[in-house]
């Protein structure tokens, strides 16, 4: 099995890529944000708690995160690996996660960042907006709020996996193909 960490802040296209990644390496996706928008679009009490967190644009805690992923690994038995978007956020998680895998017999292969500049991506944000219907792609004030989240709580994981030999970075700008195949080349070498 392998399980890819796919990391970046919000609005750097790792919804887009991993729906490209999912069906080339026959990976399950679990993404996060889907899990939480799924639990509040059917007004779970899990998705109520959620929503009261995403609409401040701060990240939902790390217990109610790590039972939400968990249930939802466990879903998933006959599957070639995982692909975590969005989780780990912070180095609670990251532990969870390792603890979780190992659980399991199985490990973290890789984490891949797809970087962009902040402006660009508040600008990718603000444009999804328009057509997602999320209120925290609405207003740049949450926006900005949720990349210093991310600075503060989420980049001290790259330190985390650069200390495993598991930390790659990948630009996040261009074509989708072209990001693809960048990220490609970090999984087919692993």
Known sequence: MINIV?????????????????AKYNLTHL???????FHIKNQTELGATAKTYIDRGDLVPDEL????????????????????DGFPRTIAQAE???AFL???GQKVNATIALEADDEI??????????TSGRSDDQD??????????????????????????????????????????????????L
């Open 6 to 22: 796919l990391f970046g802040k919000p609005g750097a296209g790792k919804g887009t890529q991993a729906e490209v990644l999912k």
């Open 31 to 37: 993404s996060t944000g889907d899990i939480f928008r």
């Open 65 to 84: 995160t790590i039972q939400m992923l968990e249930f939802e690994a466990n879903k998933s038995e006959n599957t070639a690996g995982f692909l975590f």
């Open 96 to 98: 969870a996660l390792d």
């Open 102 to 104: 190992t659980s399991k």
């Open 121 to 130: 991506l508040v600008q990718r944000l603000l444009e999804r907006g328009k």
């Open 140 to 189: 740049e004030e949450k926006i900005r709020n949720r990349y210093q989240e991310y600075n503060e709580k989420t980049a001290p994981l790259i330190g985390y996996y650069q200390n495993q030999d598991k930390f790659f970075a990948v630009d996040g700008i261009g074509a989708v193909s072209e990001i693809t195949r960048r990220l490609s080349a970090v999984i087919e070498q």
